[in-house]
Nanobody, 123 residues
């Protein structure tokens, strides 16, 4: 069983920063890439960022480009999301996910998901 556990969420004022972590554990699994997604109340889940696990190539949604940075620590099997210049519209539950195999896009095809961590940005 693969477990993904997010942490680092919380309440922050607009313009502030948070760093999310996603620790993976459980049975050994292949990992082509990992990503962050978010879901705001009443909205569909949306892609935030992704990173290839070996090469470190990164991909971002336009809405977070220049403000968020995705990174990983392969030795710790942990994924991160540094979020700066936060806006109220960034308020959502943030999920990490693992994509085991390559597909032509980084928005779909994820195999494992965490339980989510709440991020609330006050104005």
């Amino acid at each position: 069983q693969v477990q993904l556990v997010e942490s680092g969420g919380g309440l922050v004022q607009a313009g502030g920063s948070l760093r999310l972590s996603c620790a993976a554990s459980g049975r050994t699994f292949s990992s082509h890439s990992r990503g962050w997604f978010r879901q705001a109340p009443g909205k569909e889940r949306e892609f935030v960022a992704a990173i290839t696990w070996i090469g470190g190539s990164t991909y971002y949604a336009d809405s977070v480009k220049g403000r968020f940075t995705i990174s990983r620590d392969n030795a710790k099997n942990t994924l991160y999301l540094q979020m700066n210049s936060l806006k109220p519209e960034d308020t959502a539950v943030y999920y990490c996910a693992v994509k085991r195999y390559y597909t032509s896009n980084y928005i779909t095809g994820y195999d494992y998901w965490g339980q989510g961590t709440q991020v609330t940005v006050s104005s």
